[in-house]
């Protein structure tokens, strides 16, 4: 089994940047979809981004495309995601979320995620 633990989530002014960091816990590489979700108070969680640790493909939500970037680093078993241009409605607690291959489903479902992090929050305030 995996688990994750996300880091790097913190306070910023709109316009800032953060960069989130999510470490699987896992001995040798596995294929899996790493997405990003958010959830903030009283909101539904919703798909930010992923990235398919075997082809690499990268997906994202409208609302956050040519502001964030998601990577990896698969020798270290880390995701990334790169928050640049952060506005305030981006104020969320993120999780870093696995789905193991064979990938059912839209990576926005967020019931195809097997595995979860704890959640790192980030804040942005105008």
């Known amino acids: 089994q995996v688990q994750l633990a996300e880091s790097g989530g913190g306070s910023v002014q709109a316009g800032g940047s953060l960069r989130l960091s999510c470490v699987r816990s896992e001995y040798t590489y596995r294929r899996y979809r790493m997405g990003w979700f958010r959830q903030a108070p009283g909101k539904k969680r919703e798909g930010v981004a992923a990235i398919d640790t075997d082809g690499g493909s990268t997906y994202y939500a409208d609302s956050v495309k040519g502001r964030f970037t998601v990577s990896q680093d698969n020798a270290k078993n880390t995701l990334f995601l790169q928050m640049n241009s952060l506005k305030p409605e981006d104020t969320a607690m993120y999780y870093c979320?696995?789905?193991?291959?064979?990938?059912?489903?839209?990576?926005?479902?967020?019931?195809?995620?097997?595995?979860w992090g704890q959640g790192t929050q980030v804040t942005v305030s105008s």
């Open positions: 979320a696995a789905e193991p291959w064979p990938y059912g489903g839209s990576w926005r479902e967020a019931a195809e995620y097997t595995r």
